[in-house]
Each structure stands twice: as C-alpha cells, then as structure tokens.
C-alpha cells in the first residue's frame, strides 16, 4: 500500500542547532516522485522541493537539504543552523501512478512541527 | 503570476445549510485538489480533477459533500447539510500536471455552528 510516514509529531531545538526531519515511504512502482512541504504558523502551503525516483543526489539550498536514499526508502529533510523563521509543520507527500490511467495519487504524511526556540 | 486563490476566506454557517467554497487554480494547471485539515491535524485529500473530471471521489467523506471543475478552470465543493463536524479548513491546490508539486490556495475556515 502507497504510505507516508513521518513518525516525528514535533521537534523542538534551539536556534542554529541542526535538525532532521525523517520521511519513509512505501510504495510498489518504480516511478514515483517525493515532495516536501512547509506550513507556517500563517497557514499556507509552500512547495520546497520534488524528488524523482530515479534521481537519488542529494539537493542542497542554502540551509536546506535532502537526503533520498531509495535503499531505506526516506527522504529525509535537514535544515542547517536553524532560525526562528524556520518553526512550522512541514508534510512529505508522494506521488505514483495510478496503474494503467495515466493519473496520478498523492499521499500526505501527516506532518511534523517544527519549533525553533530563540 | 498570480497563484491559488480561494473564496471565502472564512464562512460561519449554521447547522443544517449548505455552502459552496471556490477555488480558482493558477492559469494553465491541469490538475486540482481539494483537501480538509482540520485544527492541528494532516491534510485529509477529499478529491482531485484532471481537466474537468474527477476520476477518485472516493475521499469525498459523504454523499454530502460534491465537487466540479468547469473546463480547467474554477472548482466549487458543496457541502449540503452542513454538520459541525465539518468544521475544518478547506485547501485547493493546483498542479502543471499530476506528477508534479502541488501550489496551495490560503484556505477557506469553514464553522459550521
């Protein structure tokens, strides 16, 4: 079964400490496409990064990274010396094909906050 | 350009009426996805369209709940009979095409009281 998890309900750390946050799937195609998310305390949901299945580099920017490791299937997220700014809920999703119908499902992890204590 | 925009941003409804959110996608994405969240809780996917068909209802949480999409345009969801349990924050989102990220609209609250 196509599954998000994301077994980490809240983090809380200090400004610039590191953190990471862990996101495992489980899915049965080979194609498949990862996503992180960011809600701030305002609400809105902002895309950061996609993943395709066969593209397994690690993606930094700025003071943020991914680490896509298909052998343990996660797409964990790390933010470097982290910031005040950076505290909110933050889902992976995957993406797979429907089998056959050319659409596409999305699953949701169920999302972990993220407090940044100054 | 401009992104997801949704209307209302809040509606406080009493028990028992019906309602409708709107949702109009960013120009030229072919898909769109209607979620519920609920306070402190995931995204609940309710329904999506590929143009203007919803191949998956079945998030859709009751025979109360419908949605349309006219063209690759605007998308309403009607909640008919509103219960209070409906209460939550209703998010669009609209995408290129289905494989790829997800743009969000800022939600509507729903109260249903």
């Known amino acids: 079964a196509q599954k998000v998890t994301q077994a980490q309900t809240e983090i809380s750390v200090v400004e610039k400490e590191d953190v990471t946050l862990d996101c495992v799937y489980e899915?049965?195609?080979?194609?498949?496409?990862l996503f992180w998310y960011k809600q701030p305390p305002s609400g809105e949901l902002v895309f950061l990064i996609r993943?395709?299945?066969?593209?397994?580099q690690n993606e930094i920017s700025g003071r943020y990274s991914w680490n896509f490791q298909k052998s343990t299937s996660s797409f964990n997220f790390t933010i470097t010396a982290s910031q005040v700014v950076d505290s909110a809920v933050y889902f992976c999703?995957?993406?797979?094909?429907?089998?056959?119908?050319?659409?596409?499902?999305?699953?949701f992890g169920t999302g972990t906050r993220l407090k940044v204590l100054a | 350009g401009a992104g997801v925009s949704q209307s209302p941003s809040n509606k406080v409804t009493e028990k028992g009426k019906d309602v409708e959110l709107r949702c109009d996608p960013i120009?030229?994405?072919?898909?769109l996805y209607w979620y519920r969240q609920r306070l402190g809780q995931g995204l609940e996917f309710l329904i999506y369209?590929?143009?203007?068909?919803?191949?998956?209802k079945s998030g859709l949480p009751s025979d109360r709940f419908s949605a349309e999409r006219t063209g690759e345009s605007v998308s309403t969801l009607t909640i008919q009979r509103t219960q209070q349990e409906d209460s939550a924050v209703y998010l669009c989102?609209?995408?290129?095409?289905?494989?790829?990220?997800?743009?969000f609209g800022p939600g509507t609250r729903l109260t249903v009281t």
């Open positions: 120009s030229g994405h072919t898909a």
């Open positions: 989102a609209s995408s290129l095409v289905m494989r790829h990220e997800q743009y």
């Open positions: 993943r395709n299945s066969f593209d397994e």
């Open positions: 369209f590929q143009g203007n068909s919803a191949p998956d």
């Open positions: 899915t049965r195609d080979t194609t498949y496409y």
């Open positions: 999703a995957l993406s797979e094909e429907r089998r056959g119908s050319g659409t596409y499902k999305y699953i």
